[in-house]
Every structure is written in C-alpha cells, then in structure tokens.
C-alpha cells in the first residue's frame, strides 16, 4: 500500500513561489504515473500536472501557462511541483496521487495524499 503525504505548503503573497514535495512509502514511486490535484473552496477538484513513470511525458492544465513545473526523483521516493508566479486564484488543497493510469482524470490514481495548503494573498 502506497502512502504519499505532501509538504512545502503555505501563504505566499502574489508572484511568489513555493515547492510542494510529494514523499511516498510503501512502495515505489517508479511503478506509477504521479499527477497533482487541486482543490479549492466550494470546488470540484481539477487536474494540475501530471508526469509519466519514467519522468519522461508531462501534461499540464492550460492554467499553468508556464508557472508550475513537475519533477520526480524516483530514486527519493519524491515527486515536487515547482510553482512560480502565484496568483490568488491557485489557492487550494494541492494533492498528490498515483495511478498505474494517471491521466487527467481523478479516476486513473489510485493512492492519494492528504493534501497540502497553498494560500496566495493578493
């Protein structure tokens, strides 16, 4: 049973940046696709950015136009998203999941994290 858990959140004024990691454990990273989830206040949650086992593909959302980048270190168990250039409207609960399907969609991950505050003031 893979067990992720997010960290590197917070309050960041606008144009600031922030790393989230993503750590797992009980199990390897290098098996799945890792995406990036978010949610904020009264809705849904939408897809962020998603990255291929291999570390190879990467597909973002249309919002982040260039301000967030993926990365993972499968050897560290580790996922990060690098996110410049804050605007209020990215405040949420960003999540981490991995799937043997990742995707774009909730239904392609099968283990998710806690999830993480991002908060950007304007």
């Known amino acids: 049973q893979v067990q992720l858990v997010e960290s590197g959140g917070g309050l960041v004024q606008a144009g600031g940046s922030l790393r989230l990691s993503c750590a797992a454990s009980?199990?390897?990273?290098?098996?799945?696709?890792m995406g990036w989830f978010r949610q904020a206040p009264g809705k849904e949650r939408e897809f962020v950015v998603r990255i291929a086992w291999s570390g190879g593909p990467r597909y973002y959302a249309d919002f982040v136009n260039g301000r967030f980048t993926i990365s993972r270190d499968n050897r560290k168990n580790t996922v990060y998203l690098q996110m410049n250039s804050l605007k209020p409207e990215d405040t949420a609960v960003y999540y981490c999941a991995a799937g043997t399907r990742g995707g774009t969609d909730i239904a392609g991950y099968n283990y998710w994290g806690q999830g993480t505050q991002v908060t950007v003031s304007s």
């Open positions: 009980g199990g390897t990273l290098s098996r799945y696709a």
